[in-house]
């Protein structure tokens, strides 16, 4: 089985523009309990972060209800609607 990213073997690669970034940065990382290394550079790169973060909220079974609360079973509801993140 492919480790998941965010893991010790698979840690997060992240770029951020500011200090202020960072720390935001790194709390949503900490708060998911992902592994990551985080750099302040030139341009932002958050992909593996929202990657992570999708793959968190698919369910092991997705015919399972729906995390966003809508009563409908996950393949029928969100595994349709493209990913967004507020970060």
């Known amino acids: 089985m492919a480790h998941p990213l965010g893991s010790h073997e698979r840690p997060l690669v992240l770029r951020v523009t500011s200090e202020e970034?960072?720390?935001e940065v790194i709390?949503?990382?900490e708060h998911h309990g992902f592994i990551y290394i985080i750099g302040l550079e030139g341009s932002e790169d958050l992909?593996?972060?929202r990657k992570a973060i999708q793959q968190?909220?698919?369910p092991d079974d997705v015919y399972s209800?729906?995390?966003c609360g809508?009563?409908?079973k996950f393949?029928?509801?969100c595994a349709k609607k493209p990913f967004e993140?507020?970060?």
Do not use: A, E, W
């Open 70 to 72: 809508s009563g409908r």
């Open 85 to 87: 993140i507020g970060i």
């Open 75 to 77: 393949k029928f509801c």
């Open 47 to 49: 992909t593996d972060l």
């Open 21 to 23: 970034r960072l720390n």
């Open 65 to 67: 209800p729906c995390p």
């Open 27 to 29: 709390d949503i990382c």
């Open 56 to 58: 968190k909220m698919i």
